[in-house]
């Protein structure tokens, strides 16, 4: 009976010392598991700054250097005299640094004004199809340059938006230039306009170009985002037209979708609501400031 208790005793004092063991095994290895999470955290943190800082150095610092070294050649005339269409061809490269150089500082100050929530649009009624035309005929140089085939497909009629034509313009811009940026030589760009039943309207922009992963196209919509961040990817830019494009369909009270298949391709599709259902929003209408042609209602 005494032996019985013993043994008991014995098996008792074992199991708790092997449940302590496995106890502070399990401790020791979420601590450890914690402190490798957390290290890989901080390096791709790290790695994201870094790219970052050294990409947008890169944004600003590239077209200042071109602006310096060119006006500095023109101004030593004296020592070194320049036939004039040199000059000519070195104040358009000042001109197209400093215009580059004014587009990443205008979408720095965009974001940080649409992350303040303090980003106003002035809406009208518009015709989108002027602003579609408008903005295709203005990549046509990018896509010709690029090797990319642009493709008009809209389908008219549209029936008009209610919307701020200057910001509308900024959307199709970024959209179209992301399209023919992203679509190697001898690939398509196509832009399609179909009006919808309720009186909105759908443009979609299709490209036959690199394309991303789901997880891709979140990284691709948030600010600074970009999908390759290294210094050797093969595009410039700074990660704001997309974002800023999507929070600009958002306050004329739309919705931007993405697919794209990896390898294959992109479709940005820009639902735009009808005019009536645009008034109805009191968001929007806080932030009207005028309205010329047709009213709302007729
Ligand atoms: N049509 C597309 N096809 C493939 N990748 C795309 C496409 N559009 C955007 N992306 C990816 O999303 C990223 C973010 O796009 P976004 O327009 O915000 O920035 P960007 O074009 O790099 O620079 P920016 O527009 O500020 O000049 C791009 O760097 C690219 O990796
Ligand atoms: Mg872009």
């Not at 870094?50 to 602006?67: D, G, K, Q, V």
């Not at 209610?162 to 900024?170: N, S, V, W, Y």
């Not at 759908?202 to 690199?210: A, F, K, L, P």
Request: charged share 25%; with cysteine.
């Amino acid at each position: 009976m005494l032996s019985k208790a013993l043994r008991s005793n014995r098996t008792n004092s074992l199991m708790n010392e092997y449940s302590s063991l496995l106890g502070d095994a399990v401790l020791r290895n979420r601590a450890r598991t914690a402190e490798q999470a957390a290290r890989i955290e901080s390096e791709l943190a790290s790695r994201v700054k870094s790219e970052f800082i050294a990409n947008m150095s890169h944004e600003l610092r590239t077209p200042l250097n071109t602006i310096m070294g060119f006006s500095k050649i023109i101004a030593n005339q004296d020592d070194r005299r320049i036939p004039p269409d040199e000059i000519v061809e070195y104040a358009k490269l000042i001109y197209d640094s400093a215009s580059h150089l004014l587009s990443v500082i205008n979408d720095i100050l965009d974001i940080s004004k649409i992350q303040s929530g303090k980003f106003t649009i002035d809406a009208r009624a518009t015709s989108i199809e002027e602003i579609l035309n408008y903005c295709i005929a203005s990549s046509k140089t990018e896509a010709v340059d690029a090797g990319v085939n642009l493709i008009n497909k809209i389908s008219t009629p549209l029936p008009p938006v209610r919307g701020d034509a200057g910001k509308l313009k900024q959307i199709f811009a970024n959209l179209l230039s992301n399209a023919i940026k992203f679509t190697p030589q001898g690939g398509e760009v196509i832009v399609e306009a179909v009006a919808t039943t309720d009186g909105g309207l759908v443009v979609e922009i299709q490209d036959t170009g690199i394309g991303m992963t789901e997880e891709e196209i979140d990284i691709a919509m948030s600010p600074f985002g970009q999908v390759d961040g290294s210094r050797t990817r093969w595009r410039e830019g700074a990660g704001l037209g997309l974002p800023i494009a999507r929070s600009l369909v958002d306050l004329h009270g739309g919705r931007v979708n993405i697919t794209s298949e990896k390898g294959k391709g992109t479709v940005v599709s820009v639902m735009l609501p009808s005019r009536h259902q645009v008034s109805a929003m009191r968001g929007l209408e806080r932030v009207l400031t005028e309205d010329i042609g047709a009213s709302p209602d007729a």
